[in-house]
T-cell receptor, first 113, second 113 residues
Framework: DTGVSQNPRHKITKRGQNVTFRCDPI?????LYWYRQTLGQGPEFLTY????????KSRLLSDRFSAERPKGSFSTLEIQRTEQGDSAMYLC???????????FGNGTRLTVT | QKEVEQNSGPLSVPEGAIASLNCTYS??????FFWYRQYSGKSPELIMS????GDKEDGRFTAQLNKASQYVSLLIRDSQPSDSATYLC?????????????FGQGTILTVHP
């Protein structure tokens, strides 16, 4: 069990650029989640996958955000045309089936200048 | 009405005291409740899970769940300075959002020597 791995750890980009983050879940976990967290707030749900199927996506999520999980393994989260309001910590987590606790990666901190 | 609310902080307790953290939720169909601890700049880590009404104890931590009153609490006995962190409650919603783990905004706990 090597834990959930996220890359990169930090990303600084200019407004209007596209960014992509990667998450490698714990190998035996079939669920994968993306959250966004800003200072002083709890993690905000973005989307989750069960195997390769994206089962739910936050209604608050702009269509500039897209996530994929090809073959039910790693996942990518892409943000197009970044805005300063996208600056946050992006957390990935995975879990086994059922109502199990999530195991989080170290996060990717995005700064949009 | 917010899906989940945690007692406002920050909460400050002296070393050795009991820290009490509370969380209320609005969805009566909610199942599987968790408490996470998050140190500044780090990702959340699981400290307690509770699935049924009553108390669950693990070392210095006790989680209490009351589904009728829709609240879950966390007691930390013999608080230590190393317990200083943000504590997040989380739960799985019922209904169509089955599989989505929702977090509260967090309560900052400071344990002073």
């Amino acid at each position: 069990d090597t834990g959930v791995s996220q890359n990169p750890r930090h990303k600084i980009t200019k407004r209007g650029q596209n960014v992509t983050f990667r998450c490698d879940p714990i190998s035996e976990h079939n669920r994968l989640y993306w959250y966004r967290q800003t200072l002083g707030q709890g993690p905000e749900f973005l989307t989750y996958f069960q195997n390769e199927a994206q089962l739910e996506k936050s209604r608050l999520l702009s269509d500039r955000f897209s996530a994929e999980r090809p073959k039910g393994s790693f996942s990518t989260l892409e943000i197009q045309r970044t805005e300063q309001g996208d600056s946050a910590m992006y957390l990935c987590a995975s879990s086994p089936p059922g109502l199990s606790p999530l195991h989080f990666g170290n996060g990717t901190r995005l700064t949009v200048t | 009405q917010k899906e989940v609310e945690q007692n406002s902080g920050p909460l400050s307790v002296p070393e050795g005291a009991i820290a009490s953290l509370n969380c209320t939720y609005s969805d009566r169909g909610s199942q599987s409740f968790f408490w996470y601890r998050q140190y500044s700049g780090k990702s959340p880590e699981l400290i307690m899970s509770i699935y049924s009404n009553g108390d669950k104890e693990d070392g210095r931590f006790t989680a209490q769940l009351n589904k009728a009153s829709q609240y879950v609490s966390l007691l930390i006995r013999d608080s230590q300075p190393s317990d200083s962190a943000t504590y997040l409650c989380a739960f799985y919603a019922g209904g169509t959002s089955y599989g989505k783990l929702t977090f509260g905004q967090g309560t900052i706990l400071t344990v002073h020597p």
